[in-house]
C-alpha cells in the first residue's frame, strides 16, 4: 500500500511538471477533469414511492425519505439521471450500509459521491445511493449465462428451485470457508469449500441476473435468503439444503433456520423490492 502511495506521488509530481511546461497539455489535462457538481433543488424532489408501500415499515432510520432515495436508485439507476438525496446521521450509516449491502445481487448499491462535489460542506449528512455491476462480475455472469437462459420459460419458482440446485453442484458445505461470487461461478475442478454466507450470495447474484428480487437475512451464526415468488415472501436456505442432502427449506413461508437479527430492516427491504408485499 505504501509502494502504490509513493509511485501515485511520483506520478502527480510528473503531471504537475508537465502541466506547468506545456501549456497545450494542460489544457487538454483540465478538460478531462470532472465538472464541479452542487446538490440542486431538483436533487431533492422526486416521485414518493413511499405511498405504495406499507407505512409500518417506516421506523427509525427506516424513513419514506431513505426509501424514496433507494427506491429512485433501483428504478432509474444513476447513470443518466441525478440521483435522489436524503439526509442519514454518522450515527445511522451503519445501519444503512448493512441495507445496502444485503441487496446486493449482480449490481452492488453503495453510498453514492459525486466527481467534482463542490458544496459537500453544506450537506454533510447527505445520502444517495448509486447501483453498478463491478467490473469482476462480468465473467461470473456470462459463466452464469447458460443456466438463466435454460430457465427463461419457467415460473420464478421453478427458476429458484433450479437454482437451488445448481448453486449445490458448486459448493460443498463447510463452516468457516469462503467462495466469493468469482470464485463461485467460474470453471473449477471439484465442488469449493464454502459456509452459508457464500452460498446466500450465490442465490442473490443468480435471483439478480434472473430479475427476482432476493435478499439475505441472518440470524447471529447463519445467512440464507428471503425470495419474491408467486407475490410472496419466501425462505431459502441452500447451504442447510446443501449440508442435510434435502430441500427442506427451499420456498417456505416460516423457517427455523435462526431468528433475523434485523427484523425492521428485513420489512423495509421486502417493500423497497415489493412495495406492498408486507400489507
Given at each position: ?15 504537475n511538471?508537465?502541466?506547468l ?36 415499515v417506516f ?14 436508485t ?11 438525496y436524503?439526509?442519514?446521521a ?7 450500509k448493512q441495507?445496502?449491502?444485503r441487496m ?22 447527505y ?10 462480475y ?6 452464469v ?15 429458484v ?6 448453486i ?25 469449500k ?31 435468503n ?20 434435502r ?11 435462526g ?13 423497497l ?7
Amino acid at each position: 500500500m505504501k509502494s502504490k502511495k509513493i509511485v501515485s506521488l511520483l506520478l502527480a509530481g510528473t503531471m504537475n511538471a508537465a502541466l506547468l511546461t506545456v501549456p497545450a497539455q494542460a489544457a487538454e489535462y483540465r478538460l478531462q477533469t470532472p465538472e464541479p457538481y452542487a446538490i440542486g433543488a431538483d436533487h431533492w424532489s422526486r416521485e414518493d414511492f413511499s405511498q405504495e408501500a406499507n407505512p409500518e415499515v417506516f421506523t427509525g432510520v427506516y424513513s419514506r425519505e431513505l426509501y424514496n432515495a433507494i427506491r429512485q436508485t433501483m428504478m432509474d439507476g444513476t447513470s443518466n439521471t441525478a440521483p435522489a438525496y436524503t439526509m442519514v446521521a454518522d450515527s445511522e450509516y451503519s445501519a444503512v450500509k448493512q441495507v445496502l449491502g444485503r441487496m446486493e445481487g449482480v449490481l452492488r448499491y453503495e453510498h453514492h459521491v459525486p466527481q467534482g462535489f463542490t458544496d459537500y460542506w453544506r450537506y454533510l449528512d447527505y445520502f444517495a445511493v448509486s447501483a453498478e455491476m463491478p467490473e469482476n462480475y462480468q465473467a461470473p455472469l456470462d459463466f452464469v449465462q447458460p443456466v438463466t437462459e435454460a430457465t427463461e420459460e419457467m415460473t420464478d419458482r421453478e427458476r429458484v428451485e433450479a437454482f437451488n440446485d445448481y448453486i449445490r453442484t458448486l459448493l460443498a458445505y463447510q463452516k468457516g470457508k469462503t467462495s466469493g461470487i468469482t470464485q463461485t461461478f467460474a470453471p473449477h475442478a471439484k465442488e469449493l469449500k464454502a459456509a452459508c454466507g457464500s452460498y446466500a450470495r450465490a442465490m442473490k447474484f443468480l435471483c439478480g441476473a434472473a430479475g427476482i428480487p432476493c435478499f439475505t437475512i441472518s440470524s447471529k451464526a447463519h445467512t440464507w435468503n428471503l425470495v419474491y415468488v408467486d407475490g410472496q415472501w419466501l425462505h431459502v436456505d441452500v447451504s442447510a439444503n446443501d449440508l442435510s442432502g434435502r430441500n427442506s427449506v427451499l420456498l417456505i413461508e416460516t423457517c427455523q433456520t435462526g431468528k433475523d437479527q434485523a427484523p425492521e430492516a428485513t420489512a423495509f427491504l421486502k417493500e423497497l423490492f415489493a412495495p406492498g408485499s408486507t400489507k
